[in-house]
Nanobody
Framework: VQLVESGGGSVQAGGSLRLSCAASGYRYTPYCMGWFRQAPGKEREWVSYITTGGTTNYADSVKGRFTVSQDNAKITLYLQMNNLKPEDAAMYYC??????????????????WGQGTQVTVSS
């Protein structure tokens, strides 16, 4: 199985980006898929997740600015990021849940990871 992110880039503060994560090798959409980010010198930080039932959750730092969604038919995950701030700059990773029926805001809930896409935000 493989997860491939795309859509990263450089934007000015206040701008928007839409990240995508295409999953291959899966017979069906994982119960839980999420986004994480990691800035240089910092730990990997959970950003958002979505379940196949449509339940979503966001880190407080992105709530109201980011929107997670998915296309179950294509097994593709998205992250719409609006009103970007310099502190949002990081490598963004998508991840698939490790166990069916289990989802949470932490690395331990996820078992398969993409290679990441870089987001740069200038002030």
């Amino acid at each position: 199985v493989q997860l491939v992110e795309s859509g990263g880039g450089s934007v000015q503060a206040g701008g928007s980006l839409r990240l995508s994560c295409a999953a291959s090798g899966y017979r069906y959409t994982p119960y839980c898929m999420g986004w994480f980010r990691q800035a240089p010198g910092k730990e990997r930080e959970w950003v958002s997740y979505i379940t196949t039932g449509g339940t979503t959750n966001y880190a407080d730092s992105v709530k109201g600015r980011f929107t997670v969604s998915q296309d179950n038919a294509k097994i593709t995950l998205y992250l719409q990021m609006n009103n970007l701030k310099p502190e949002d700059a990081a490598m963004y990773y998508c991840a698939a849940g490790a166990r069916t029926g289990v989802c949470g805001a932490g690395v331990r809930y996820f078992g398969n990871w993409g290679q990441g896409t870089q987001v740069t935000v200038s002030s």
